[in-house]
Nanobody
């Protein structure tokens, strides 16, 4: 089992930047693909970004591509989401995800979800 805990959320001004972190525990973490999804109030959860366990392959939702960057540091058991040029429509709870398959993360059915961290973009 993989346990995921997100951090780094908060209130951000439109146009600003923020970096989310996801700390993981579990004996299979280093071999897992990782990713992020988000859910705004009253809306369905949507895929944001994913990264293979080696970091060699990344995938982004088209609406976030060019603004968000996913990365990971396996020795630290941590995955990051760098968020730039934030917009009010980015306001949501952001969830970290892990699975043996990057495809499962993209499809929204990962093995593990984190508890989520709130991002609120003002102005």
């Amino acid at each position: 089992q993989v346990q995921l805990v997100e951090s780094g959320g908060g209130l951000v001004q439109a146009g600003g930047s923020l970096r989310l972190s996801c700390a993981a525990s579990g004996h299979t973490f280093s071999s897992y693909a990782m990713g992020w999804s988000r859910q705004a109030p009253g809306k369905e959860r949507e895929f944001v970004a994913a990264i293979s366990w080696t970091g060699s392959t990344t995938y982004y939702s088209p609406s976030m591509k060019g603004r968000f960057t996913i990365s990971r540091d396996n020795p630290k058991n941590t995955v990051y989401l760098q968020m730039n040029s934030l917009k009010p429509e980015d306001t949501a709870v952001y969830y970290c995800a892990a699975d043996s398959s990057l495809s499962n993360i993209r499809s929204g059915v990962p093995t593990a979800w984190g508890q989520g961290t709130q991002i609120t973009v003002s102005s």
